[in-house]
């Protein structure tokens, strides 16, 4: 079913009852290999769990419909899905573009790995068009852009960024984990590729470890697709089973991140400890209008900077009590970390460096009151 409205689509898009038992919740099909009638003789298309299974074709046709495009294809992690990417797409000697505070495994990724294959890269203000468009090169393959960032929360102007992918014969991917399909789909936008680490708010409940691409046509999933079988970062059926269980709640859970987060950055930016909150749901946020006019609503991230500088954003982490001192995103639990030496240490030194003094937050479910009276506690100490 790749109708209806968006929760519709999640619950039952590549869901159908099983057709031998009627079984409601697709099945785990936890099996390496398949029976052959004959040699060669496929039965439904499955021989080896590494090329198809079905577990997985259930996960990657929902999240095709839920984005919007015309193949989904689940992996191992958001990491291994960003790697076929960029390898299928891109060869030696190609030039890409990232964001200037692109996720710091991403760029990791690009600098560390694909950059001794042969692949350039520039970094720049994806959410300054004009900036973009005047750092492409003749041999520009592929835009490659986070809306929101991670973890300074800038907002892509997606639309923009496809017409210049357009103009200059170059593909647009973009990294749509801190948003979720529920709240913003890049390919409606005129996005070619939509990455997703389902670790996240896909999965939504910090026990899987994913990746997904989608998409736009079905032909631009063929290379990505190859990749995916010859090197072999696919996503097991039990894992596969996960993200399609936390996606069938995605639509409910985003509505109360989204409400906890407005919350938490509305006391934050009154708070005088504070020197900045990074929220694109606040009026001050710099990219607020592009937000209002490409997202259904302003996500559940809030990163923030102390006054004190980093001693007192190192305190802040250490002393909360409701969120949890963790590195991820996108639970049901709230989670808190310092991202210059947690999940952004590997851009230390380099122009993608992340601020000491701020702080990250991924805002969960819990009781609104709770969590502002956490961060209440903790701030007045600092």
Same mark, same amino acid.
């Given at each position: 079913?790749? &109708? $209806?409205?968006?929760?519709?689509?999640?619950?039952?898009?590549?869901?159908?009852?099983?057709?031998?038992?009627?079984?409601?919740?697709?099945?785990?099909?936890?099996?390496?290999?398949?029976?052959?009638?004959?040699? $060669?003789?496929?039965?439904?298309?499955?021989?080896?769990?590494?090329? /198809?299974?079905?577990?997985?074709?259930?996960?990657?046709?929902?999240?095709?419909?839920? &984005? +919007?495009? /015309?193949?989904?294809?689940?992996?191992?992690? +958001? !990491?291994?899905?960003?790697?076929?990417? !960029?390898?299928?797409?891109?060869?030696?000697?190609?030039?890409? !573009?990232?964001?200037?505070?692109?996720?710091?495994?991403?760029?990791?990724?690009?600098?560390?790995?694909?950059?001794?294959?042969?692949?350039?890269?520039?970094?720049?203000?994806?959410?300054?068009?004009?900036?973009?468009?005047?750092?492409?090169?003749?041999?520009?393959?592929?835009?490659?852009?986070?809306?929101?960032?991670?973890?300074?929360?800038?907002?892509?102007?997606?639309?923009?960024?496809?017409?210049?992918?357009?103009?200059?014969?170059?593909?647009?991917?973009?990294?749509?984990?801190?948003?979720?399909?529920?709240?913003?789909?890049?390919?409606?936008?005129?996005?070619?590729?939509?990455?997703?680490?389902?670790?996240?708010?896909?999965?939504?409940?910090?026990?899987?470890?994913?990746?997904?691409?989608?998409?736009?046509?079905? &032909?631009?999933?063929?290379?990505?697709?190859?990749?995916?079988?010859?090197?072999?970062?696919?996503?097991?059926?039990?894992?596969?089973?996960?993200?399609?269980?936390?996606?069938?709640?995605?639509?409910?859970?985003?509505?109360?991140?989204?409400?906890?987060? =407005?919350?938490?950055?509305?006391?934050?930016?009154?708070?005088?400890?504070?020197?900045?909150?990074?929220?694109?749901?606040?009026?001050?946020?710099?990219?607020?209008?592009?937000?209002?006019?490409?997202?259904?609503?302003?996500?559940?991230?809030?990163?923030?900077?102390?006054?004190?500088? =980093?001693?007192?954003?190192?305190?802040?982490?250490?002393?909360?009590?409701?969120?949890?001192?963790?590195?991820?995103?996108?639970?049901?639990?709230?989670?808190?970390?310092?991202?210059?030496?947690?999940?952004?240490?590997?851009?230390?030194?380099?122009?993608?460096?992340?601020?000491?003094?701020?702080?990250?937050?991924?805002?969960?479910?819990?009781?609104?009151?709770?969590?502002?009276?956490?961060?209440?506690?903790?701030?007045? &100490?600092?």
């Amino acid at each position: 079913m790749s &109708e $209806g409205g968006f929760n519709t689509r999640a619950i039952h898009a590549g869901q159908q009852p099983d057709a031998l038992t009627g079984a409601v919740t697709m099945p785990i099909y936890q099996t390496s290999t398949y029976q052959q009638d004959g040699v $060669g003789g496929l039965r439904s298309g499955y021989e080896y769990s590494r090329s /198809a299974n079905p577990t997985r074709a259930a996960l990657q046709e929902c999240l095709a419909a839920l &984005e +919007g495009g /015309a193949r989904g294809l689940a992996f191992a992690s +958001g !990491l291994a899905a960003t790697d076929a990417v !960029l390898r299928a797409l891109c060869a030696p000697g190609d030039h890409m !573009l990232l964001p200037d505070d692109a996720y710091g495994g991403t760029f990791r990724l690009i600098t560390q790995v694909l950059g001794r294959w042969g692949i350039e890269h520039s970094a720049v203000a994806m959410h300054d068009p004009a900036a973009v468009a005047a750092a492409i090169r003749p041999n520009t393959r592929l835009l490659w852009a986070e809306s929101p960032t991670n973890p300074l929360l800038n907002i892509a102007d997606i639309a923009a960024l496809a017409d210049i992918a357009r103009r200059s014969n170059v593909i647009l991917a973009v990294d749509n984990t801190f948003a979720s399909p529920y709240l913003q789909r890049p390919l409606a936008l005129g996005a070619d590729v939509v990455v997703h680490s389902t670790t996240k708010y896909l999965g939504g409940h910090s026990d899987v470890v994913g990746g997904a691409v989608v998409t736009r046509t079905a &032909e631009l999933a063929e290379p990505i697709a190859y990749h995916q079988n010859a090197a072999g970062a696919v996503a097991g059926p039990f894992d596969a089973w996960l993200v399609l269980r936390g996606v069938k709640t995605l639509g409910v859970r985003m509505e109360r991140h989204c409400d906890n987060a =407005e919350w938490v950055a509305q006391f934050l930016a009154g708070h005088p400890a504070v020197s900045t909150v990074l929220y694109p749901g606040l009026l001050e946020h710099r990219n607020h209008d592009v937000a209002a006019r490409q997202m259904a609503r302003f996500g559940g991230m809030v990163s923030f900077r102390l006054r004190d500088g =980093e001693p007192a954003a190192l305190a802040v982490c250490a002393a909360t009590r409701v969120f949890t001192l963790a590195e991820s995103l996108g639970g049901v639990e709230s989670l808190i970390e310092h991202p210059a030496r947690m999940t952004h240490a590997s851009a230390a030194g380099s122009a993608l460096e992340v601020p000491g003094d701020l702080v990250r937050l991924s805002v969960g479910i819990e009781d609104a009151d709770d969590l502002i009276a956490d961060l209440s506690a903790v701030l007045a &100490e600092v």
